[in-house]
Every structure is written in C-alpha cells, then in structure tokens.
C-alpha cells in the first residue's frame, strides 16, 4: 500500500495497513500508525508519532522544524492521537525546549485546510479547526472546541473546553469553556449551548451554565468576586468545575 514514488527513510516506523501516496516523503524518526492513510505530495519528518486511523491529506508539512529563533536542533517532538483528519497544506511543527518539547494532538479532530499548528500547542480531542486557522506557539486548547475559518490565537493562549470562536476572530486572551467569541479583539457572545445540547449536556446543566456565564460577564461583579460565586455554584453542578478549575489556573487573563 506504498506507492513506488513515495521515499521512506529505512529507519522509519510503518505499521500493517498504512497507506502512502506518490511522492510522499517519510523521515528517519516518524511513526506511523495501523490504518493511517497519508495522501500524495505529503512530507513527515522529525520525531513525530501518528496514531491509528488518521487521514493526512495532499501537501501537508507534519513535523517540521519549529518557526523558533531560540530552537536549536534538539530532539524534540510532535504526538498526534488516532482517527484525525488533516486536510490539505496543513503545516504542524515539533516542540520547543523552552517549553514540553512536545506538540500534541489528541483524537478526532477535524482539522481543514492550510491550518497552522506551531511549536508546543496542546489540542485536545473532537475539534474543529477550520480554514486557516493558525495557533502560535505553546497554546492550549480543550476538548470539543470549535475555532471558525481564519481565527488567529496568540501565543500561550488558553481556550476551554467546548468553547467557541467564529470566523476571523484574533484571540489575544484565555477564552474560558463553554463561551462563545468574535471579533478583532474578541468579544464574548454567550455560552455555547446548541454545541452542549448536542454531546448530552442537560437543560439543566446548560441552564446552570447560562447563569455561570451571567456571573462572570454580565453581574457587574470583580473576576474574583465572580471566581467565589462560581465556586459556590459548582458544588451543586458538576458541570461547572471545568469552568472553575480554568479560572483558577495562571495565563494571559480572560476575554472579559
């Protein structure tokens, strides 16, 4: 299932079932997964591990050295989980010392076309990551997120699970879960409900999460006055700890 034109360097790992288009170009210290199918015209190089089932298609730049000044040529590396899909020209780069040394990738994501993905972000599982969307270095984004065409997130931004952004946004600061934004800068635009009710979430719990939402942006309250009635509230509601644990960690402050 290799096409003859494809060039893989000896030392790289294929597992049974992996396909490889013509002229794909496989480097020393990849590794690739049961069932992986990688399209024509793709480059992985690196210290980079593709799980199982994923699908790479044509163009795409997997492991490449990272758009770091400071990177040296150390060993470090990029992880990607199993069953993703990576469209064309998307372009993911391996970590950075300064940081993990690790770029990661988790399951499912839905990842289009000429998306960017620098050194050290962390992506959770079940994304969507449309057109052109493009994380710089060292961010973190959770589970079930959704970041529309041409988003731009900033260095060590932090986005929450089950969060949203619509096209175009430039996100310069921590979007926490369940919140939805856009604009130049963001701006905050409710709680991502229909998303909620979708993966199971109760009317209750996304009532609960409307009201959380209403604490921390519409009460008129200080971050840490909303913080203590958060905090109070999620002892009731279980839903709500991911919102609690988010505000409570360092990073660039909120979209507030």
Same mark, same amino acid.
């Given at each position: 299932m290799i096409h003859p034109s494809a060039i893989i360097h000896p030392g790289a790992k294929i597992a049974e079932g992996v396909?490889?288009?013509?002229?794909?170009? @496989?480097?020393?210290? +990849?590794?690739?997964?049961?069932?992986? &199918?990688?399209?024509?015209?793709?480059?992985? $190089?690196?210290? #980079?591990?593709?799980?199982?089932?994923?699908? *790479?298609?044509q163009f795409c730049s997997i492991g490449e050295r990272p758009q770091d000044k400071k990177y040296a040529g150390e060993p470090t590396r990029l992880e990607i989980g199993d069953r993703n899909t990576i469209r064309e020209y998307c372009n993911f780069n391996i970590? #950075?010392?300064?940081?993990?040394? *690790? /770029?990661?990738? %988790?399951?499912?994501? &839905?990842?289009?076309?000429? +998306?960017? @993905?620098?050194?050290? !972000?962390?992506?959770?599982?079940? $994304? +969507?990551l449309a057109n052109n969307v493009t994380l710089a270095g060292h961010v973190t984004i959770g589970d079930w997120v959704i970041l529309g065409g041409l988003t731009a997130i900033h260095?060590?931004?932090? @986005? %929450?699970?089950?969060?949203? !952004?619509?096209?175009?946004?430039?996100?310069? =600061?921590?979007?926490?879960?369940? *919140?939805? !934004?856009?604009?130049?800068?963001?701006? $905050?635009?409710?709680?991502?409900?229909e998303g909620l009710r979708r993966r199971g979430f109760s009317a209750s719990a996304i009532a609960a999460i409307k009201?959380?939402?209403? #604490?921390?942006?519409?009460?008129?309250? /200080?971050?840490?006055?909303?913080?203590?009635?958060?905090?109070?509230?999620?002892?009731?509601?279980?839903?709500? =700890?991911?919102?609690v644990d988010f505000l409570a960690e360092p990073g660039r402050g909120i979209v507030r």
């Open positions: 396909e490889i288009g013509p002229f794909s170009i @496989i480097g020393e210290h +990849v590794e690739i997964g049961e069932g992986t &199918w990688i399209g024509p015209h793709v480059v992985l $190089t690196g210290h #980079t591990r593709i799980g199982r089932e994923n699908r *790479v298609f970590g #950075t010392a300064q940081d993990t040394g *690790v /770029t990661r990738i %988790g399951d499912d994501n &839905w990842v289009m076309a000429s +998306v960017h @993905i620098a050194h050290d !972000c962390q992506v959770g599982s079940n $994304t +969507v260095q060590f931004t932090r @986005i %929450g699970p089950h969060a949203m !952004c619509g096209g175009g946004t430039i996100l310069l =600061q921590d979007l926490p879960p369940f *919140v939805m !934004c856009t604009g130049n800068p963001a701006a $905050t635009h409710g709680t991502n409900s009201r959380a939402y209403k #604490t921390l942006y519409r009460s008129g309250l /200080t971050l840490d006055e909303a913080k203590a009635e958060l905090n109070q509230a999620a002892a009731g509601v279980p839903e709500l =700890q991911p919102l």
